[in-house]
């Protein structure tokens, strides 16, 4: 393999354990939109309904879709809008859709459908879903009428990882406090990873949506993050080394240059596998335990690294590398993002590789397309 990434499937369980203690037994809503962060929506919607997880969250019709066609029999919500024309199969799939406005009620009252709905409330978050007022009149004009069967209400909290803004978050998890205790609703939920972990006793809801915290990553600064086991890991092995003979640049744009001596290892990994350009002259990997410096710019696909003194009697082409692993919320800050941004700029062609049971039980890569072990 050229690049690949190290998908834990054990790991991913144990966050379920975690998450489930952290937030009081509240049940899990799996959030797996855009591809599980691009780690394999299949795969972890298998592996979560292992782990007795019974609903995902998607951002999408077409997410939706993917995990119907691979078997998925979980119940799945779509966040995002209404899809006008894919109504009629969401149904048949047995999707549940978000609603967001009067519009898309008066859609489904037109055309007779009826499909499972959730609500979705604004309570702050500035995005999508009905103002406190409007959700109560939707829901009143829903129940009345028929319209769809009300499975759902929720929020998402905008804030919940800076703890100097837990006014604001408390107040969206106090508008929203009108709605918990309505009869007859199953799915009452407004926690996203931080809210889960940080305001579960705060509210009466049934279930917490996570995403990023079952990839294991706390995204705030917390002692919590020793308790959570990483999931994802981008790898790769050396391609070529060089000694250099004489001064000489590295890479497009003769932005760094190298000294006589300097042992220069070249990676098959760029930008477009989503090591990112911002690494250039300043990002690192780890090699065998050490830090090793980006020199140079990252390439589409390739990347130089210099290898440290001490350490080049140890590398050799082939020599693995691990290119973000646990610092994966380090390397994000370094370069002005943040982990979810990393995770889904992860390339295509980059092969992913899960294990589960301490072994590599699945390859999906470019060529072979899927590869059972
Ligand atoms: C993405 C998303 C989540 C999960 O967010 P995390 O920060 O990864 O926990 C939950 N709910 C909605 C509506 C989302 O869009």
């Not at 078997?71 to 006008?84: D, K, S, V």
């Not at 999707?95 to 459908?113: A, P, R």
């Not at 959700?135 to 009345?144: F, H, V």
């Not at 973000?324 to 980059?350: H, L, Q």
Request: charged fraction near 25%.
């Amino acid at each position: 393999m050229r690049t690949w990434a190290e998908i834990n499937l054990d790991n991913l369980s144990h966050n379920v354990g975690m998450v489930r203690e952290l937030s009081g037994g509240k049940e899990i809503l799996g959030v797996i939109k855009a591809n599980a962060y691009g780690m394999g929506a299949v795969e972890y919607a298998r592996e979560l309904a292992e782990s007795g997880v019974k609903i995902l969250g998607v951002a999408c019709y077409e997410e939706a879709c993917e995990l119907r066609a691979a078997g998925i029999e979980e119940e799945i919500l779509i966040f995002g809008c209404i899809p006008p024309e894919h109504v009629g199969t969401a149904i048949e799939k047995k999707f549940h859709l978000t609603i967001n406005s009067m519009e898309e009620i008066d859609f489904l009252e037109k055309n007779s459908y009826y499909p499972k709905v959730h609500v979705k409330v604004d309570t702050g978050m500035g995005r999508v879903g009905f103002t406190m007022e409007q959700a109560l009149e939707a829901i009143d004009y829903i129940r009345e009428n028929n319209i769809g069967d009300l499975q759902g209400i929720y929020t998402h909290l905008s804030v919940a990882d800076d703890p100097t803004e837990d006014v604001y978050t408390l107040e969206q998890m106090e508008k929203f406090r009108t709605f918990e205790g309505f009869e007859g609703i199953k799915y009452i939920h407004i926690l996203n990873s931080c809210g889960s972990i940080r305001f579960g006793d705060k509210t009466y809801s049934t279930h917490v949506r996570p995403g990023i915290l079952l990839q294991g990553i706390v995204p705030y600064d917390s002692k919590l993050q020793s308790e959570f086991k990483y999931v994802f890991e981008l790898k790769t092995r050396i391609l070529y080394m060089k000694k250099l003979e004489e001064e000489a640049y590295i890479s497009y744009g003769k932005s760094y240059r190298g000294n006589e001596g300097d042992v220069i290892a070249t990676l098959p990994v760029g930008y477009a596998d989503g090591f990112n350009r911002k690494f250039s002259n300043g990002g690192s990997v780890m090699i065998k335990g050490h830090k090793c410096p980006v020199v140079g710019k990252v390439c589409m696909d390739m990347t130089m690294v210099k290898i440290p003194r001490e350490l080049v009697p140890e590398v050799r082409v082939g020599t693995e590398v691990t290119l973000i692993g646990s610092d994966i919320a380090a390397k994000a800050e370094e370069i002005g993002t943040i982990p979810y941004e990393i995770m889904t700029g992860v390339g295509r062609r980059v092969s992913r590789c899960y294990i589960k049971g301490g072994k590599i039980v699945k390859i999906k890569s470019l060529v072979e397309v899927e590869r059972n072990i």
